[in-house]
């Protein structure tokens, strides 16, 4: 760590002060013995090439030194103290002195002195320490402010001696113009460029010499006004700083700003004002306010426009497709009401003895083998015929058209005509390529499946369905559970307790019961989503292996009982991401957009399919629309166990028996579906096939078909009335409404328990009192009941439902991480695009800001402008992790549903990630597009840029954090409180103790650096100590200014893998 500046460093940094080698000579007094002349311009550039000479004696020191604020030290030397190009302050020197220049000029030791006064702790600023010439016993004129005197005769010394001070006490006078002679140092120091070193004059009124602020001495009339007194940093002396609005081209002149230019403080030239800037003279800075407010227009209009048509993006990709889909829908129904009305031609023809004729004319093998058609025609045509086939009719132009169209067609769902010839020369998906063929072929497939539905009923139709060859299996799913009880560790309470029985593939179950019967707790701990705090013990078999269901989970859809859909896409757009991520790799896309509009169409979508689905601000579809969406996510990726919780809640009875028809379909191709349900209508009742009853504490009351449930009640007792829906009756019972004569609602769980040779627990046997087991009673049940003691022999003691990692077992190969982020990424574009109204607020909140704190915090060059940025630091951090924090917070619901569906988290992570770097590399600029123009600093556009660059990815990493690990309204308030704490911290100073412990570890002291070293390169020559001092009190570093963008960038990717840590874990 640095410590104070040393005065021989300092002394190094003025390598001007080195200037003199030796003190006697004879050149350098020619002038003064001769006066002439023509040797003037000689001696003068003498001297300076001693100044210059002597510079190389330094600089091995100076860079090892004072490098924190020297970048390059030839060119920051050369700034400040190249007096080539006007040497007159030289000149002027040489005419006034009588003697040698050389013998008033301070040698080294002198110059360590000064500095060393300067600028050690406790010093006071223009006051030197007592030394050889100057204290309490020796004090000559020299050592008065702007003073000095010649060095003693008879005296060796060299300039650059470092030890040992020269007397002076002869021949003192005012110090020459150019030169400043501090108080208490009797010797002349030549002032730096950038500076303006006159000779003062006597303000009588105040009895200060202007333009400085030294007095003459009390008691000496005789004494006059010399030059500048001190050069410092300019928050300690801002005396001999070329003053703002002119510049100062040499240490002797100061030439006020022509229009059109702009001068700042300590400048040697003028600056050029922008085009369309107003710099009228004496301008100190140029206001480009002009381009600040035109970029805000601008800005303001393209952020209108994104607010307004953000969303006509995607709206006119979605008005395409749709009218290819209609188009190709149209094209299918057309087609099957055309072969419609050929078969009723058909079957006219039948019954009127057309049948022969109708089959020669328009078979399809026929028209394929022969080009044309023969001119003859048999001997059992009727007549009246050949004048037909000379030239065909209306009726046989459209048979003909409908036969060459099917053998183009791709929709391949004839089951009337052609045969098998026409199935195996349709085209399969995978040779499909335009969205009209996909579309065509996938509404085809739908159009066969309804004809082939219409069939089921016959035996030709059953036939055709069990030889066709087109239709996939699927893998099937037998869950087998024994004993499955789930406790409350805290409490030592059951929520599910002793269920026995099994899931069967191709039926439909419905778990029923009062509230409070552990439904949903039953569906949790099947599927090892049980909470924390809960234990689960008991079996479960997946397809009679004990493997953890889990390793099925790409196979298995759950549906929660909350409609967790992203609100900011449409209905298409959910059903179609989650088919993409979730159903087989080498499935072909026309297959799987096959896959996806069977469930639009099953569920009863199509009317609202590009609607936005609606979040709680944004209205969207209806109630009972966003549960079957809610489905329809889990049906869309063609499981082979379908879990649903509560599917009909809120649903209409007609939405109930739509929902439960798409259910039974899926049935059909032997998936395994078991549902939660509450009091379903008879109708809907009936539709299903099993069901497990559960009573108060997680038992079971009933667990078999739903045709032997009034079977099974009516031999223990309970009749269901007449006119009375049967799960509404025994839910009566179950939740004590009911009270049976025979059994109370206690004793239903221990009566099945007898009922299937269960064992009953032990603090359950004396609800056993007074219940038999009805001889022959297992042999009347299927499905879960059947087989109970067979199925709890069989079981191993050991298997359990613990939720273990293990390898996959679905045997589905889904979508790679690559095509899993290219899925998410086109999402995570549409959602962005369609919140472009939010995005266009926080750009307009940052315009703000950059417009204020522009205005309010003014360029301070004592700090080098650090206060300013302090605010912009704030400001940018704030504002980036709140904006954010939106990334994760919202749809926190919905990834977790898709994580626990196999959805790869990592491409989840990248793909916001990779959208979020446009606010990395926009906000930067509509921030600074204020900001910049109305605070004018003095670095540049394209270094502020980078920094604020930086520190935007470097803040959104944090707020991925804080939105992941936080609930939203925690998550807020840290986004608030980090920024402003952290940058009070970096505030401290190099020498607080929270500055050193924890300062490398706050991103703002980092970003604070990258600014202060971005405006401290553009100080030099009078500037030098005011940078120095600057970097020094702050712990700053010239170089480190790559670092500290490296430093920024390490902590957002930190941030970052830390989210992704916690992502993956939660």
């Known amino acids: 760590m640095r410590g104070v500046l040393r005065p021989h460093l300092l002394l190094f940094l003025l390598v001007f002060l080195s200037v003199f080698p030796f003190s006697k000579s004879v050149d350098g007094d020619e002038y003064s013995e001769t006066q002439n002349p023509a040797v003037l311009p000689a001696v003068t550039d003498l001297i300076h090439k001693r100044i210059s000479n002597l510079t190389s004696f330094f600089i091995r020191d100076v860079s090892s030194e004072l490098s924190f604020c020297i970048k390059n030290l030839d060119v ?33 030791a002198e110059i360590n002195f000064y500095f060393h006064s300067l600028f050690s702790k406790g010093a006071k600023t223009g006051y030197v320490k007592v030394n050889k010439n100057c204290n309490l016993k020796s004090w000559v004129d020299g050592c008065e402010p702007g003073w000095g005197c010649f060095a003693d005769p008879n005296q060796q010394f060299e300039l650059k001696d470092e030890n040992n001070m020269p007397s002076r006490t002869k021949d003192c006078q005012p110090c020459c113009e150019g030169f400043f002679c501090p108080r208490g140092l009797a010797c002349m120091i030549p002032c730096p460029l950038g500076s303006y070193c ?20 009390p008691g000496k009339p005789n004494h006059k006004c010399g030059t500048a007194d001190i050069w410092a940093d ?26 059109g230019h702009y001068c700042r403080k300590g400048s040697t030239t003028e600056i050029s004002c922008f085009k369309l800037t107003t710099c009228n003279p004496n301008t100190s800075n140029q206001n480009i306010h002009g381009y600040g407010v035109m970029l805000f227009v601008a800005l303001s209009l393209l952020l209108l426009i994104i607010y307004n ?20 829908a149209k094209h299918v129904r057309e087609t099957v009401q055309a072969r419609e009305r050929w078969k009723h031609a058909k079957d006219v023809a039948k019954t009127e003895g057309w049948q022969e004729q109708l089959t020669k004319t328009f078979s399809r093998a026929r028209s394929q083998k022969r080009p044309e058609r023969p001119s003859k025609t048999s001997e059992k045509e009727p007549k009246g015929s050949k004048e037909n086939n000379k030239e065909p009719g209306n009726l046989t132009k459209m048979m003909h058209s409908l036969e060459d169209d099917d053998s183009k067609s791709h929709e391949g769902f004839d089951l009337h005509t052609g045969g098998e010839n026409a199935k195996k020369q349709a085209p399969r998906g995978k040779q499909l390529h335009t969205q009209s063929q996909i579309f065509k072929y996938a509404y085809g497939q739908i159009e066969k499946e309804k004809a082939q539905q219409n069939q089921n009923l016959t035996f030709s139709g059953i036939i055709s369905m069990a030889t066709d060859n087109n239709i996939r299996t699927r893998p099937m799913i037998e869950i087998y559970f024994k004993d499955l009880t789930l406790t409350l560790m805290k409490e030592n309470k059951h929520l599910l307790r002793c269920v026995t029985g099994k899931l069967s593939p191709g039926r439909v179950s419905a778990v029923m019961g009062p509230s409070g019967a552990g439904k949903t707790t039953f569906l949790s701990a099947l599927t090892g989503k049980t909470a924390e705090g809960c234990t689960v013990t008991g079996s479960v078999l997946v397809n009679g292996k004990n493997e953890p269901i889990q390793a099925y989970r790409k196979i298995i859809g759950y549906v929660p009982q909350d409609d967790i859909v992203h609100g900011n896409l449409t209905v298409e757009e959910n059903l179609r991401f989650s088919a ?12 799987k957009v096959l896959v996806i509009e069977r469930v639009i169409e099953a569920l009863g979508l199509q009317p609202v399919r590009y609607s936005l689905v609606g979040t709680v601000e944004k209205r969207g579809i209806s109630g009972g629309q966003k549960k079957r969406v809610n489905v329809g996510l889990e049906m869309v990726m063609e499981p082979s166990l379908l879990i649903l919780d509560e599917p009909t809640t809120g649903l209409d009875s007609s939405s109930s028996q739509l929902l439960l028809r798409a259910l039974r379909r899926e049935a059909l191709e032997g998936v395994n579906i078991c549902m939660v349900l509450h009091q379903p209508s008879s109708t809907l009742f009936k539709m299903f096939d099993d069901l497990i009853l559960l009573a108060k504490g997680g038992l079971v009351a009933y667990l078999g078909p739903v045709k032997k449930l009034e079977e099974y009640f009516s031999s223990i007792g309970i009749d269901v009335p007449d006119r009375v829906n049967p799960p509404d009756h025994l839910i009566d019972i179950l939740e004590g409404i009911e009270k049976p004569t025979t059994v109370t609602r206690e004793q239903l769980p221990v009566r099945w328990m007898l009922h299937n040779g269960y064992p009953v627990p032990a603090d359950m046997l004396d609800l056993t009192e007074g219940l038999s087991t009805p001889s022959g009673s297992n042999s009347n049940l299927s499905g879960g009941a059947a087989g109970g003691k067979a199925f709890a022999a069989d079981m191993p003691e050991d298997s359990t439902s613990s ?17 899993q982020y290219r899925y998410f990424l086109g999402r995570v574009l549409k959602q962005r695009l369609r919140e472009g109204q939010m995005q266009a607020v926080d750009l307009m909140i940052l315009l703000l800001a950059g417009a204020c704190l522009g205005t309010l915090a003014k360029v301070t060059d004592e700090s080098l402008d650090n206060v300013g940025y302090t605010f912009t630091v704030i400001a940018v951090s704030l504002l980036s992790m709140i904006a954010a924090l939106r990334s994760y917070s919202l749809d926190k619901l919905e990834f977790k549903r898709e994580s626990e569906a196999g959805i790869s988290r990592l491409a989840h992570f990248l793909s916001k990630d990779t959208i979020d770097m446009f ?14 123009f109305f605070n004018n600093p003095r670095s540049s556009f394209e270094d502020n ?29 840290w986004a608030v409180l980090v920024p402003v704490v952290l940058t009070l911290v970096a505030n401290q100073g190099k020498d607080s103790m929270i500055q050193k412990y924890f300062g490398k570890f706050c991103y703002t002291k980092w970003v604070l650096e990258a600014f202060v070293i971005a405006n401290a390169e553009r100080y030099s020559g009078v500037w030098i100590l005011t940078r120095c001092k600057s970097l020094e009190s702050g712990g700053y570093n010239l170089h480190d200014w790559s670092l500290c963008l490296i430093v920024l960038i390490v902590n957002g990717v930190i941030a970052r893998i830390v989210a992704l840590i916690i992502l993956v874990t939660i």
């Not at 103290?81 to 040489?94: E, G, K, L």
């Open 76 to 108: 920051d030397l050369n700034g400040a103290f190249n007096f080539s190009n006007n040497m007159d302050f030289i000149t002027n020197c040489i005419k006034k002195t009588k003697g040698d220049v050389t013998e008033r000029l301070c040698t080294a």
């Open 198 to 217: 006159p000779l003062a004059t006597l303000n009588k009124s105040t009895g200060v010499c202007d333009p400085y602020n030294y007095q003459i001495p």
């Open 234 to 259: 300019v928050g300690s002396s801002s005396e001999i700083f070329c003053s703002p609005g002119s510049y100062c081209p040499n240490t002797l002149n100061r030439v006020s700003c022509s229009k």
């Open 309 to 328: 048509f953000s969303d006509q993006v995607i709206s006119t990709k979605e008005r395409r497709q749709a009218k290819s889909r209609e188009a190709a």
């Open 580 to 591: 993409r991520c979730r159903l087989s790799a080498d499935l072909p896309k026309p297959d």
């Open 803 to 819: 939720v273990s990692k293990s390898k996959d077992l679905s045997n589905r190969k889904t979508p790679g991480l690559l095509r």
């Open 919 to 932: 606010n990395v590399i926009i906000k930067p600029v509509a921030y600074l597009s204020m900001f910049y």
């Open 945 to 973: 840029y980078i920094i604020l660059m930086c520190l935007v990815y470097c803040v959104t990493g944090m707020a991925y954090v804080l939105a992941i690990a936080f609930t939203p309204s925690l998550a807020q308030l």
